[in-house]
Structure formats: structure tokens, C-alpha cells
């Protein structure tokens, strides 16, 4: 997946940008009235900051991923051939809007534990735990995204009802933790089950 970015053509934004750029120019001078413009012009700025009327236009400026517009690239590593394209998730199914959040999740995940996919094994223990993840994406697209957490060697803790949903996940989980509740006691008791053991219940 390759990210792409642009400058957001709006208006204010390019406005603060440009008098942010502007505080900087001749910052460096020894002539005392270049000095003084530049404090003039940064005096402007941080009192705009400080008016409590403009707290809209400051929240939005300063937030530099307002600045830029985001789109994604799907290309196929192997052959180059580019796949669907994502710009702020319009014109995309859910399937596929799924697709590219549990990337950029599980991207997002690699980068904390600095993880190198391509890396010879490591003991090292990246637990995840993810809460009915699957619930709204086909078998499809969930597969998709357990074989990207088993790509970069991540170790899931799956919360979720055992119903069909979860059939999808029956390759990659090696065991089942069941949680029962007695109703008399309303004590909970964890019951650890190993895939093979419910594939044959």
C-alpha cells in the first residue's frame, strides 16, 4: 500500500501556511528593522493564537493533517500492477473500506513493536487483542486481515461470540478461551479449550 499526499487547497489553511513561512524570513538578520518586522509578524500570529473567539480556526490550522489530503495505492509487490485506490474511503464497498483500516491497523501495530515482516523469527511475545473485529467484514476480508496479523507475526487475543462469524478465524486460532457464568453463584469460570478439542466437540 502506498501512500499518497497533497496539499489541501483550502483557503485558511494556505493562509497560515504562507504567514508561518513569512515568520521565519530574515530571522538570521543583524539589521534591526528586518528584526522587527519579523517580531511584527510573529506578534500577529501568536496573538490571533491567543483569542479566545478564534478557538475554531486555531484548532483547524494547527492540526497538520488538515494540511495535507491522504489517498492510498494498492500495488502488487511481486509484479507492480496497481490494485483499487483508496481517497478518504469514497467510492469503496465496506468489504474493502474494512480492508484497508485492518492495513492500516496492523501497520500502525507493526511500527510500536518495530517489526520487520522480512526479519528472521523472533521469541519476541506482540500481543493484540481486538474486540469482535470480524463482525462487519465477509469471510474474505476478514481472512485477509488475520493473515496479516499471522504475516507480522502478531498474537491475537480474538473477543467474540462463537457463533458462524467466528468460523473464519478456526485456522488461525490454536485455543478456545470459553467464558461461563454460573447463575446461581454469578461467579465466571474461564474454560480453555484447544482447537483440535472443539473441532471435535
Not at 504562507?18 to 522587527?36: F, I, K, P
Not at 491522504?70 to 481517497?87: L, M, N, R
Not at 478518504?88 to 515482516?117: C, H, M, N, R, W
Request: charged share 30%; net charge negative; glycine share 4%.
Amino acid at each position: 500500500m502506498q501512500i499518497e499526499t497533497s496539499d489541501r487547497k483550502d483557503q485558511e489553511i494556505l493562509d497560515f501556511r504562507r504567514e508561518l513561512t513569512s515568520c521565519l524570513q530574515g530571522s538570521m538578520s543583524d539589521a534591526e528593522e528586518v528584526n522587527e518586522a519579523t517580531f511584527n509578524r510573529i506578534k500577529k500570529l501568536v496573538d490571533r493564537f491567543n483569542e479566545n473567539t478564534d478557538s475554531r480556526w486555531r484548532e483547524k490550522v494547527i492540526d497538520v493533517r488538515n494540511w495535507f489530503n491522504f489517498a492510498a495505492q494498492e500495488i502488487v509487490a511481486a509484479t507492480g500492477a496497481t490494485g483499487s485506490y483508496y481517497d478518504g474511503g469514497t467510492g469503496q464497498s465496506g468489504g474493502e473500506k474494512g480492508k484497508l483500516a485492518f492495513l492500516v491497523l496492523v501497520a500502525a501495530i507493526a511500527y510500536q513493536y518495530d517489526i520487520d515482516p522480512d526479519a528472521i523469527e523472533s521469541d519476541r511475545f506482540h500481543f493484540v487483542m481486538v474486540d469482535e473485529m470480524f463482525s462487519r467484514s465477509d469471510d474474505a476480508h476478514a481472512e485477509y486481515a488475520l493473515k496479516l496479523f499471522e504475516q507480522f507475526k502478531l498474537q491475537l487475543l480474538i473477543v467474540a461470540p462463537l457463533d458462524a462469524k467466528a468460523r473464519v478465524t478456526e485456522p488461525f486460532v490454536g485455543t478456545y478461551l470459553h467464558v461461563v457464568k454460573d447463575k446461581t453463584t454469578h461467579k465466571s469460570q474461564l474454560i480453555a479449550i484447544t482447537a483440535e478439542e472443539h473441532q471435535n466437540s
